[in-house]
Nanobody, 119 residues
């Protein structure tokens, strides 16, 4: 199995930036991608971004495209989500999750980190 731990959340003003980290451990050789998701109170969890574990290619939700960037530190098994030009609607608990090769779903999840963007 895979363990993921998010960090880096906090309170920022609109227009500011945060960088979230996702430390990945365990059976990392089976990982196809690491995704970022967020959930605001009263809303469903939504996809934010994903990065292929080995190749590094990324994909983003339209709502964050051009503002958020996901990257990976190969040496430290850490995935990052750089969030720029933050908006109040970005306020949510952010989760990272891992998807194995051959799986259609993200089966391993971190505990989440709160991001609050004030106006």
């Amino acid at each position: 199995q895979v363990q993921l731990v998010e960090s880096g959340g906090g309170l920022v003003q609109a227009g500011g930036s945060l960088r979230l980290s996702c430390a990945v451990s365990g059976r990392t050789f089976s990982i196809y991608s690491v995704g970022w998701f967020r959930q605001a109170p009263g809303k469903e969890r939504e996809f934010v971004a994903a990065i292929r574990w080995s190749g590094g290619s990324t994909t983003y939700a339209d709502s964050v495209k051009g503002r958020f960037t996901s990257s990976r530190d190969n040496a430290n098994n850490t995935v990052y989500l750089q969030m720029n030009s933050l908006k109040p609607e970005d306020t949510a608990v952010y989760y990272c999750a891992a998807r194995y090769w051959g799986r259609a779903t993200y089966d391993f999840w971190g505990q989440g980190t709160q991001v609050t963007v004030s106006s």
